[in-house]
């Protein structure tokens, strides 16, 4: 089956696109084991841990939040800040090992510097 195109998707999206698909195949996160999921856009991170058993987000960070806004630029800086951040908040609600779900992006730059932050922030994946 083909993936629908729209005008406003380029070919890079696509391609990100079929990538993930592929991926959330495989991936799944529960209460005990949420799914650590990644959105990059141009300005900003986010990052969510969801329980695709209940389709509840569990804990959630965004360099967009109004205490990281001004200090946190969407740099290699800016997504170490918010992979501790989230290991912190992961840990107060007593989670401590998630499946890592780099939603079709390349493990290379701001999402490996955020994955790198949130284990040194004592998350297990």
Do not use: C, W
Request: aromatic share 6%; no cysteine; charged share 35%.
């Amino acid at each position: 089956m083909a993936t629908k195109i729209r005008r406003s998707t380029n070919a890079k999206q696509v391609i990100r696109f079929k990538r993930k698909k592929r991926i959330r195949a495989i991936l799944e996160g529960d209460v005990g084991r949420p799914r650590m999921s990644v959105f990059r856009s141009n300005k900003h991170l986010y990052i969510q841990l969801v329980d695709d058993a209940k389709g509840h987000t569990l804990v959630a960070a965004s360099t967009n939040e109004d205490e990281l806004r001004d200090k946190v630029k969407d740099t290699l800086d800016g997504a170490k800040t918010l992979g501790s951040l989230l290991a912190k908040r992961a840990l107060a609600k007593n989670i401590s090992t998630v499946v890592f779900d780099r939603s079709g992006y390349l493990y290379h730059g701001r999402v490996k510097a955020l994955a790198d932050a949130a284990r040194e922030g004592g998350l297990k994946f």
